[in-house]
């Protein structure tokens, strides 16, 4: 492991690795900034600067690439570091209308407004008829994008900075799962299957039409799962420009989607270099009947006591 700190107000540049006596690293799948969290000793060699670039490298390897949001002094004499990659710049909120665009290419547009810096991006498929957002924060933009992409019959996709460029990365079953499971890393887990969440049965799709004033409602719903759980609905604006059946069409889309209970594991255990949010593993718990592939929701890495927390559920 490799921690270098760079002074942007000086250009003086440190290996801080030394120093660190505790380190942190978490990744989220969705809506978040990968974060590295440090604790280091104070010296007067190295000036903290808020906006100051960190970097945490494995192998040789680029695992993190941030930049100083807060620092906090301790009269025990060290200094607390909290660093985000340039995706907490997504946090900034916008108004946009985007028309006839793919997710990749309105990721692109964004990131040229705000200066951010973009690696090769995948063609992520179909233009999206319309998509506005009206002061939005720009990472909802983005993940609005990828999720229409997805309930729309293209694949699923994670944004995620690859060591100072955006990327967008396709969620897919490698031949060579890393396994986490009795036996294999894991020192403890929590298993949950949940309706309450992002599940359900009846999907409704609104167009206001501008001509007789009345609200086109488009629906598809399952009558088996509602009379088990009750009706949980989900209900968007239509896209203009859709036909009537190209409407219905995206209700069944998206209620195939949703309509099953979410489940999610929790695991606790030795750290996997590298691992972050996103990846597919395969857990391996066969004492609790679970033998099977997981999307990594969250990847909080202790890269000195080398465990891992995470949180993942069934892809």
Known sequence: MTIQYQDIETGAAFDITELVSAAKWTTVRRGSPAKLELTVLDTPDVTWTLGGIVTYLEDGAGRFYGYVFRISRSQEGTVEITAYDQTRYLKNQDTYVFQDLRADEILRQIAEDYALQVGELPNTGAPIASLVADRKALFDIVLEALDRTLTGGGAMFYLWDDFGTLQLSQVALPKELPVVGEGSLATGFTHERSIDGETYDRVEMVREDEESGRRQVYAAQDDEAITRWGVLKLQEDADEGLAPEEIRARCQEL??????????????ALALPGLRAGQVIFCDLPGSGIQQAFLV????????EETMELKVKVV
């Open 255 to 268: 209620l195939d989607f949703y309509d099953r209970p979410e489940e999610t594991l929790s695991l606790s």
């Open 297 to 304: 929701e969250e990847a909080a890495q202790d890269l000195m």
